[in-house]
Every structure is written in structure tokens, then in C-alpha cells.
């Protein structure tokens, strides 16, 4: 009889209470709804009670609204031996702060002549309830432990019970006293929240998060047209995001076209008229040549132990000619002013430009892409030029018409054989193999 | 452009004689209430001094009004939207009790109930708060005239701009110079105490630009107390709801002028529209300090350009509104003849309420009282005023003392004007030349003197019409009523205030 007041009666008169007191007096007595203040009168205790209290209620009603909303997630969490110990600590943690704060609220409230002013019995009554159900509850968490596991099958069934209009005693009957009686003294407080001053846990200004910083109100007609820019911006924006998508679609539409038209091209091939064929066909043939002429010079190197350059007559100091050496590699061709011939490779040595023939007054060679000027005795490049490298000089030999060699010259210098003056004119010159692979 | 009508003031203070009649007025009207004793929605300080609440200019201390960051975003000084969730339950902002003082009123019935004695009867002092009896130790205008007490004026925040020797001559014996500061809400285009407030009690009205607290809204979070720098919004202790200055909103809605105008002795008040732009508020509020007063005017609109009175149609502003608005005395001094000043503009609220900074203070150097009258040196000794410039422009120009000299000039041209004309000793060539430094023409200076001294009621105060279809049009059409949209009918609570349990 007792147990049947308790926790099926007292419930449902509390819900009540606390559903249709808090929704009357929001409606006839709105003005009546604040958190009631008394900062104003005295701020350092309040500092001391006010913050412990709310920080350590909250937590410990969150820990308490899980496992009753959430029971599933909570009994795999509290599965875990190290998360219950945690929560568990956390909550008597909380429920000690919270402790304190209420102390020194109930303190302050009888002790404060100022703060008496303001307190109605209601509020005395509602602290002393508050001080009694923590203790309680620290007494429960400490006398029947893990309370966090436990009231997955035991509170939470009930209180769903409770809620769904099919109280079942049997989850709480055989609770210990010290929890009956904390779940009785919850539905009292809970009773009392339209009565006192706890309505105000209904005022958590949660709009305050998005709401424009300024609020103009209007009356009179501007309220409406101050209504309609805020209907004109919808439209705007739906203008322009219909403008948006169209042009987003026709663009679209453009480059799947573009993308089709290539696909449908490379599947049915070119279909090209019998000039543009011809063109195609001599473009091709021409490429053909020049891959041919390479070859053949390649293959020229690869089987001659000499490869004619030039007439040494023909050389003159001042202006090159050009050759390709046993590398493939552009080369350049002077005679010097002794009357041998001079070879230096014509490929920069910075990016591989060729270096153009003719020689300045300086004695220098310049590769005109990015200014590098090469002595052209020595292939030194000019300091501040981009190219740091020197241009390799080339080995020679000269011969005679009857193919015999007169002379040769390593690229490092050295010179072997002699040949007359008389001679000179007419011999010719030729890059020879085996300085290439001493290179 | 977004054309608003804001019912805004002027207060002159070189008429101000520091009598708080206006206080009394207001306070017999409207907080002469258990839990608003201790209000004054009007008071009048008395400056350099530190004001009701003590140090209410001290941000620092209270935190109010709005801040630039360095990325040029405004800010509330007081609050984040998240760390307002945790000053819901301790404001360390928010001025107490000791800050204001504690309410009293004397046990007059001990007058009767003494026995017979050969003293006379006292009646002794007793809180209205707790009912017991203190001892006085602060009250609303504790440190009245006080200027240059060590315990008082010295304390001022503003005197901080003022040099070491600047402040010992201001208080020096003999020197001690003072004026007076009536205060009343400014009724900010931009307020921060709007802002600020969780609940969304807050709210100014569309039509006239009034700050209102929605009574059955407000949840007393306290928020509004410290984010006003102005401390122009005041808790009621009683009733657990923040309340202040409402204009006389019943009285303004009538044709009337406020209770404290209408009270005013020395008639330094003036009331009147100003059209100003919504859309440039913003903007305007983040000038750079000096120039902050500039920016500020540019938000306020001609009420006679063609444009302006176009926008006022299309956002609403009727057209008595603006009729109204172009006979307005306020939007003479604030633009036309820029000498109404807003008072700390460094708190980037936009106050509507303007103060003519005192001229009387500022001269009387000279010897034997006698001012220079020849017109070479005639601007000459603004410098040397006994109430240095530099402290004014902590008050009124966030510290541009150019703004505020120019002021001075044009006040001390009108003098000169009149002087000529009245007692014929100038030269007209000189009157001339004065006034051309001051930038003044003489038929303006001729209606300064007008406005300034002769201002009849009529002229002080142009009040906004009536718009009772505007109300009827709202309750019947698709807007809505008073009551309803604003929560008050404008004939103050329906219910008896009485304090929740």
C-alpha cells in the first residue's frame, strides 16, 4: 500500500503537477518565471554556492538521464569495469560540489539579512529537499555501490513504467530503503517545480545561440513590410539560385556534347577528304625521312672509326660549322690560328641548347637561349653565365686524300704526327672513334 | 538605406544648474517601488566625479558596451553567446548593492511615538530593504559638488587623459571647476544591452526607437545590467526582472514629454526625431575612436533630402514622422549645427541621447573674471581652461579634443554675437571675423541664441504624433496588437508585479 503510494500515486500527481502547474502559471503568470537572482544583494557567497551547485547538478542529472533514456548504449558502457569506476567518481565528484554549493546557498540564505528579504518558506523548503536527496543519493552510491550498472534493469524499467502508464511495481519492490526513498523524494521535488523557484530550469535561454544580436519590434504597419524584405531575399535567392543551376545546366550540356562528339570520333575513326589525307600522308613521310637520316647518321658512327667533318680550308676562325659527333650531339667546327682545326661541342652545358657558330671579338661562343658566353680555346664559360660547365673540346685527325692521317689531336691536346704546311690546305678533317670513348 | 525614426533628446549643459528636479520627477513617477528604491532612471552627477553606480565608466571594471577585435568584428566587451550560458549563474560583472547603495527611508512615526524629552525627536533612518536601521554610508548622488575630493572626483576615469599638472590645477582651491551630467537611458541605435540579453526580453520598438524590457519575458539573468555601459538598466531585487528608463513611453505616446523634461528648471532639454539609416549602423561602429562622433552623424539623415523622405516611405516611416522629424530642434544641434555631442562614443552603442558640452566651466580663467573680449586672442584661452578640453573630449569625443573645440568656438561666437548686438562694445568686423573661425553664419548663431535661450515649449520639444491608427491598423489587420506583439498594452503592467516563488 505504501510502496503503491509511493511510486505509482506520488508519480503520477507529480507529473502532473509538474506538466500542468509549469504550463499555467507560463501561461497566467509568465511575469512570475526568473531565476530569482540575489546576485544583487550578495555576490561573494552567492559566487561560492551558486557555481558548485549548477555545475555539480548538471552532471549529476545528465548521469542520471542516460541510462534512462539511453539504456541500451549504457550497459555496454558500464560493461566496462573502468568506465563504471570512472562515472561513479565523476557522479559522487559532482554530487559532493554540488553539496557544498547547496550548504552554502542554505547558509547564506538564513544567515544574510539582505537575502532574507527575498526568501519565501517555498525556497527553504525546496533547499532543505535538495540538501536531503543529495545526501541521500551520496549514501546510495556509497552503501550500494555501482548504481550505474544496476539501474539499467532496475530505475529505468520502472520509470518507463511509470511513463507508459503501466506502472510495475515489481522493478522497485525490492530495492533497498535508502534508494526507495531517493526515488520518493524525486517525485516531492519534482512535485514542487511550478510551486518555487526551480521553474526557472525551464528559462535556459537556449535561443539565445542563433538569434540576431539586434530585435526591433514594430506595431504598426512597417511590421508587415518589414516582413516582406525577408520574403523579397527568399525570392532573390530562389531567382538566383534557379540563374545558378541554369547556368550550371547549360554549361553541362555544353561539355557533355564537346565530350560525346570527341567519344563518337574516336569509336567511327577520321573521316577525312583526299587532300587532307595527301597533307597527312606527307607529313607522315617527311617524319619517316628524318627518322631514316638519323638512323643512317647513327649508323655511320657506329661503324667508321672516322667520320669526315669538313676541308680544313673551308674552316675559317670566325664562323663555325656545324656537325654532329659521335654522341649524336651538335658540334661546331673553327680552325684555329695556328691553322689546325678547332672542334668544341655545340651543346650547352646548362639546358642543352645549341650554341650559335659565330665568335665574337672576344674570342667567345654564345648560347643565345639564356646568355652564356663560352671561351671558345677552352670551352670556359664566361663567369655570371647560367651554363657553369665547359663545353668539351673534341678530338680530331686530319688526313690526306689518300685517307692516310697526317695528324690527330686528343680532346685533352696532346698531338701526335706532323704534317707539312704545303700540306694543310688540303687535308681534311675527321672526328675520330677512339677519342669518343675516352670522353 | 534603411530609413528608422528614433525619438531622440539633447541635453544642454551649460543650462544644467544641478538641481534634480528631473530625478525627483522620474522617481515619483516610476520607481517608487519595493525593489526599485534604489533606481534612478534619471540621475544627475556631478563631473569629474564617479557617478551612480560608483565608477560606472570604469569598462574594465564592468565590462559594457561593445568592443572592435583586431579582425574589425563588433563584440559584446561582457560576453561570448557561450560564456553568457555561464554568467547565467554568477555575474562577475554585474554591480552589486555596495556599488549603488542601500535604499532608506526614516522612521517618521518615531516623531509621534517619543516620549516627552528635553531632546528633540529624531526620526532615525532604517533600510528599505531589510527594514533595520543603518547607518548612511553611500547614496544616489553621494558625491554632489564634490569636485575636486580625493575620495570622489580624483577617482574619475576620464581624468586619466589629463596630464599630472592638468589635474592638480583642476583641483587646486580657488580653480576647482565642475559641471553636471544628467543621465537618462540613451536609447542606442545600436544597444549592447539588446544584445545581450538571453531571454530576448530586450527589444527596441520599431516605430519610435525606444529600449523596452519585456516584463513577462525577461527571465532576470542580469545580462543587460553589465553589458550597459551606461549602467542605465537596473535589477529589481523584488521582483527578479531587470528594469529602466522607458522614455515615459505612456506620456511620449500622448503628445507629451517626458516626465523629467517636462520637470526640467533650467529647460536644458530637448526632444525630437532623428531619421537615421539602419543599414550603416554597423559599419559606423567600427570608425577608429577620434572618429567615432563623425561616423556616427553620417549614420543620421537629412530629413528634408528628397531621397530620404522616399526611403522613409518605402520603410515605413509615416509621413508625419518625418514632418516631424524636419522641425526637429534635436537634428539642429546634432547635425545641423553639430554641438550636441554623444556622450562616450568609445562604447560604440550609437547613444541618441546628445549633450552640449558646458561652456561656463571652460572659460573664467582669466583674471578678476574677466574674459578676453578682443578678437585675436578671443579663442585663445580655450586652452587654458579651467576645465581642460582634453577632459571633455574623454567624455564626449572619445578623446578628439578638435571636435569638441570646435564646439566650444561656435558657443563662444554665439556669445560674442549677442554681446555685440546687446551691448554694442565690439567692433563688427571683429563679431565677423569670430564667427568666421567659428564656421558660423550670423543668422545661424542668430537661431543658436534663439533655440539655446529663448526655446519655448513648442520648440523643445517636437514630439513625435500620435499614431493611434497605426495601433488600430496593427490589432485588426495582419500585424498584430500591442499586447500582443510587444507584451504590454502601453498602460503599464495588467497584472500587479508580484514576485515569483
Redesign the interface.
Known amino acids: 500500500m505504501v510502496n503503491s503510494f509511493f511510486f505509482v500515486g506520488l508519480p503520477y500527481i507529480a507529473l502532473f503537477s509538474l506538466v500542468a502547474g509549469s504550463l499555467y502559471r507560463f501561461k497566467s503568470?509568465?511575469?512570475?518565471?526568473?531565476?530569482?537572482?540575489?546576485?544583487?544583494?550578495?555576490?561573494k557567497k552567492?559566487?561560492w554556492g551558486?557555481?558548485p551547485w549548477?555545475?555539480g547538478i548538471m552532471i549529476v542529472f545528465v548521469g542520471h538521464l542516460i541510462p534512462f533514456l539511453l539504456p541500451g548504449l549504457w550497459q555496454s558502457l558500464t560493461s566496462q569495469p573502468a568506465f563504471v569506476i570512472t562515472v561513479e567518481l565523476l557522479g559522487v565528484a559532482a554530487a559532493f560540489t554540488a553539496l557544498v554549493g547547496l550548504v552554502v546557498l542554505f547558509v547564506r540564505r538564513i544567515l544574510s539579512?539582505?537575502i532574507?528579504?527575498?526568501t519565501?518558506p517555498?525556497?527553504l523548503v525546496v533547499l532543505a529537499l535538495l540538501i536531503v536527496q543529495i545526501l541521500i543519493g551520496i549514501q546510495t552510491a556509497a552503501g550500494h555501490r555501482w548504481g550505474s550498472m544496476w539501474s539499467v534493469q532496475t530505475t529505468t524499467p520502472y520509470l518507463w513504467s511509470v511513463l507508459t502508464l503501466q506502472p510495475d511495481l515489481n522493478h522497485v519492490d525490492s530495492l533497498p530503503p535508502t534508494v526507495k526513498l531517493h526515488i520518493a523524494v524525486a517525485w516531492i521535488i519534482i512535485m514542487l517545480v511550478p510551486?518555487?523557484?526551480l521553474?526557472?530550469a525551464f528559462?535556459l535561454?537556449i535561443?539565445?545561440?542563433w538569434?540576431a544580436?539586434?530585435?526591433?519590434?514594430?506595431?504598426?504597419?512597417?511590421?508587415?513590410?518589414?516582413i516582406a524584405p525577408v520574403i523579397r531575399k527568399a525570392e532573390e535567392s530562389r531567382r538566383l539560385f534557379l540563374k545558378g543551376a541554369l547556368g550550371l545546366g547549360t554549361a553541362g550540356g555544353l561539355l557533355t556534347v564537346g565530350v560525346m562528339d570527341k567519344l563518337v570520333r574516336f569509336f567511327s575513326g577520321p573521316n577525312m577528304t583526299p587532300e587532307e589525307q595527301a597533307a597527312l600522308l606527307q607529313k607522315r613521310l617527311e617524319r619517316l625521312e628524318m627518322t631514316a637520316e638519323e638512323r643512317d647518321l647513327e649508323l655511320e658512327r657506329m661503324r667508321n672509326d672516322y667520320i669526315f667533318v669538313a676541308n680544313l680550308k673551308e674552316l675559317s676562325p670566325n664562323d663555325g660549322k656545324y656537325f654532329i659527333d659521335y654522341q649524336m650531339r651538335p658540334a661546331l667546327a673553327y680552325r684555329d690560328t695556328e691553322g689546325f682545326p678547332l672542334l668544341i661541342s655545340a651543346k650547352c652545358t646548362h639546358l642543352g641548347c645549341t650554341v650559335a657558330s659565330s665568335v665574337d671579338a672576344s674570342g667567345r661562343i654564345l648560347c643565345p637561349c639564356h646568355i652564356s658566353y663560352f671561351d671558345l680555346k677552352t670551352g670556359m664559360p664566361q663567369p655570371g653565365s647560367p651554363a657553369t660547365k665547359p663545353l668539351p673540346l673534341l678530338g680530331w685527325a686530319l688526313m690526306d686524300t689518300q685517307g692516310n692521317i697526317l695528324v690527330s689531336q686528343a680532346p685533352d691536346g696532346r698531338r701526335e704526327g706532323e704534317v707539312p704546311a704545303d700540306k694543310l690546305d688540303a687535308s681534311m678533317v675527321y672526328i675520330a672513334k677512339r677519342y669518343e670513348e675516352t670522353v | 538605406m534603411d530609413v528608422r525614426a528614433q525619438v531622440a533628446m539633447v541635453f544642454h549643459l551649460d543650462k544644467c544648474i544641478g538641481c534634480h528636479t528631473c530625478s525627483v520627477a522620474c522617481k515619483n513617477v516610476w520607481t517608487d517601488r519595493p525593489g526599485a528604491e534604489y533606481m534612478w532612471w534619471n540621475n544627475v552627477e556631478t563631473k569629474p566625479g564617479t557617478g551612480y553606480p560608483t565608477l560606472w565608466e570604469d569598462q574594465l571594471n564592468y565590462r559594457g558596451g561593445w568592443e572592435l577585435t583586431g579582425r574589425r568584428d563588433l563584440r559584446l566587451r561582457c560576453q561570448t553567446k557561450a560564456s553568457s550560458f555561464l554568467k547565467l549563474f554568477y555575474n562577475p560583472n554585474q554591480p552589486g548593492l555596495d556599488d549603488y547603495y542601500e535604499p532608506w527611508t526614516y522612521r517618521y512615526q518615531d516623531l509621534f511615538d517619543a516620549d516627552a524629552g528635553d531632546d528633540q525627536p529624531t526620526a532615525v533612518p532604517v533600510s528599505q530593504i531589510t527594514g533595520e536601521v543603518i547607518d548612511i554610508k553611500a547614496g544616489p548622488n553621494w558625491d554632489d559638488d564634490l569636485s575636486g575630493s580625493p575620495i570622489y572626483a580624483e577617482n574619475d576615469p576620464n581624468l586619466k587623459q589629463l596630464t599630472e599638472d592638468e589635474r592638480r590645477m583642476l583641483f587646486e582651491i580657488e580653480n576647482i571647476a565642475m559641471m553636471y551630467l544628467p543621465r537618462i537611458c540613451n536609447h542606442c541605435a545600436n544597444p549592447s544591452c539588446v544584445a545581450s540579453c538571453p531571454s530576448g526580453a530586450l527589444y527596441k520598438r520599431g516605430e519610435d526607437g525606444i529600449v523596452l524590457i519585456n516584463q513577462d519575458k525577461c527571465r532576470g539573468w542580469r545580462a543587460c545590467v553589465s553589458a550597459c555601459p551606461y549602467k542605465k538598466i537596473y535589477y529589481n531585487w523584488k521582483t527578479g526582472k531587470s528594469e529602466k528608463c522607458i522614455l515615459c513611453y505612456p506620456r511620449v505616446e500622448t503628445g507629451q514629454p517626458p516626465a523629467c523634461f517636462h520637470a526640467c528648471v533650467g529647460r536644458i532639454r530637448y526632444m525630437g526625431v532623428l531619421l537615421y539609416d539602419a543599414d550603416r549602423i554597423e559599419e559606423a561602429m567600427k570608425a577608429p575612436e577620434a572618429s567615432l562622433v563623425e561616423a556616427q552623424r553620417n549614420v543620421l539623415l537629412d530629413p528634408n533630402d528628397p531621397d530620404v523622405i522616399r526611403g522613409a516611405a518605402e520603410s515605413g516611416v509615416s509621413e508625419a514622422f518625418v514632418s516631424v522629424a524636419q522641425r526637429s530642434p534635436v537634428y539642429r544641434y546634432v547635425k545641423e549645427w553639430e554641438l550636441a555631442l554623444p556622450l562616450h562614443p568609445e562604447f560604440r552603442t550609437m547613444p541618441m541621447l546628445y549633450y552640449v558640452p558646458p561652456l561656463l566651466p571652460i572659460s573664467g580663467r582669466m583674471g578678476d573674471g574677466i574674459y578676453e573680449h578682443s578678437a585675436d586672442q578671443f579663442f585663445s584661452h580655450l586652452d587654458k581652461a579651467r576645465l581642460p578640453l582634453r577632459y571633455l573630449a574623454a567624455l564626449f569625443s572619445a578623446g578628439n579634443e578638435d571636435i569638441v573645440r570646435t564646439v566650444m568656438k561656435k558657443q563662444m561666437a554665439v556669445r560674442y554675437f549677442k554681446r555685440a548686438q546687446d551691448v554694442d562694445d565690439i567692433d563688427p568686423e571683429q563679431v565677423k571675423r569670430v564667427l568666421r573661425e567659428a564656421h558660423l553664419t550670423a543668422e545661424q548663431a542668430e537661431t543658436i541664441y534663439t533655440l539655446t535661450a529663448l526655446g519655448s515649449l513648442e520648440n523643445r520639444y517636437v514630439m513625435p504624433p500620435i499614431q493611434r491608427e497605426e495601433a488600430i491598423e496593427g490589432a485588426g489587420g495582419p500585424g498584430c496588437s500591442p499586447e500582443l506583439c510587444k507584451g504590454t498594452c502601453g498602460l503599464g503592467a495588467v497584472q500587479p508585479p508580484r514576485r515569483g516563488a
Not at chain 1, 503568470?29 to 555576490?43: G, I, K, M, T
Open positions: 503568470e509568465r511575469f512570475s518565471y526568473s531565476a530569482l537572482s540575489s546576485q544583487f544583494l550578495e555576490s552567492l559566487l551558486s557555481v549548477h555545475a539579512r539582505h532574507q528579504s527575498v519565501t517555498v525556497d510551486f518555487s523557484r521553474v526557472h528559462s535561454p535561443q539565445y545561440l538569434r544580436p539586434q530585435q526591433v519590434i514594430w506595431t504598426n504597419a512597417r511590421r508587415i513590410r518589414h
